[in-house]
């Protein structure tokens, strides 16, 4: 079966990610009113009444802010970490106890149609995960949140068919910007986001080892631009002998509304 995937938000302001294949429905975190993120589905042919279940990869708000309201009104499953469980204590509302669902980095499990493999990421909350979906040997992997290029999480997401990578920020721009130092420190650590430059660097390694699609994601609305976000990514690419459009394709989601719906087929198809 065809494994899909759509980003619906991807920024500082909310994010939220369609996965899915056959009749399984995922949607990958909430961090928009439940009333938007509804309107967002429907566009690509999906009522959330039909979600199978929401996944959190960690409990700040820009994941968060509709996951109750969702789970309550379309009676959904939510899965997070114990980590992420405690965090979301008093952001998300009610969530009854059938379903409240727990995960573990490094430890799979199916839904429906599909494997969900959560990996840990360095990022500045409880127990953060990005996620690795598979099914038909199709893999799909969202690495966002990430604070730097890391051994652990690119390993799990090295051999993705297709990425959702982040690329929050330009360096220059967070620096010279009206951010607080605090704020500014955040970011550039290695727990805060992954700057552009590094994106790239990230998203050449997903290309030799095979990806054929990579989309930038979780851009910062104050920091980047995606004419900017785009250009280091395709400059790091091409100095690495990628060509793009034939080795890999390369897209940037949008901040607010869908980017597209996109299928994921396997390397060895």
């Known amino acids: 079966?065809?494994?899909?995937?759509?980003?619906?938000?991807?920024?500082?302001?909310?994010?939220?990610?369609?996965?899915?294949c056959g009749d399984t429905h995922i949607l990958v975190d909430a961090g928009l009113s439940g009333t938007r993120i509804a309107n967002e589905l429907e566009k690509i042919g999906v009522h959330p009444s039909q979600l199978t279940a929401i996944l959190v990869t960690h409990e700040h708000s820009d994941h968060v802010s509709g996951v109750g309201v969702l789970s309550r009104?379309?009676?959904?499953?939510?899965?997070?970490?114990?980590?992420?469980?405690d965090g979301m204590a008093g952001k998300i509302g009610a969530v009854e106890a059938q379903f409240r669902c727990m995960i573990e980095p490094e430890r799979d499990f199916y839904l429906g149609e599909l494997n969900v493999m959560p990996f840990s990421t360095p990022h500045d909350a409880n127990q953060p995960v990005g996620l690795?979906?598979?099914?038909?040997?199709?893999?799909?992997?969202?690495?966002?949140?990430?604070?730097?290029?890391?051994?652990?999480?690119?390993?799990?997401?090295?051999?993705?068919?297709?990425?959702?990578?982040?690329?929050?920020?330009?360096?220059?721009?967070?620096?010279?910007?009206?951010?607080?130092?605090?704020?500014?420190?955040?970011?550039?650590?290695?727990?805060?986001?992954?700057?552009?430059?590094?994106?790239?660097?990230?998203?050449l390694e997903l290309a030799r080892a095979g990806a054929k699609h990579i989309v930038l994601g979780h851009l910062s609305k104050e920091n980047n631009f995606p004419e900017l976000a785009r250009r280091c990514t395709e400059d790091a690419l091409r100095a690495g002998g990628a060509i793009l459009g034939a080795d890999v394709r390369l897209d940037v989601a949008k901040r607010d509304g869908v980017t597209g719906i996109f299928a994921v087929t396997s390397r060895f198809d």
Request: proline share 5%; aromatic share 12%; net charge neutral.
């Open 132 to 203: 690795c979906f598979e099914s038909g040997g199709a893999r799909f992997a969202i690495a966002t949140d990430v604070g730097c290029p890391k051994k652990g999480w690119m390993n799990a997401i090295r051999g993705a068919d297709a990425a959702l990578l982040e690329s929050n920020y330009d360096p220059d721009m967070l620096k010279a910007g009206s951010y607080p130092y605090e704020l500014k420190r955040r970011i550039l650590s290695n727990r805060g986001h992954l700057c552009n430059d590094d994106a790239g660097s990230c998203a």
């Open 73 to 85: 009104k379309y009676h959904l499953p939510v899965y997070a970490t114990e980590g992420t469980w």
């Open 1 to 20: 079966m065809e494994l899909r995937f759509s980003p619906l938000f991807s920024g500082s302001s909310g994010n939220a990610i369609y996965v899915g």
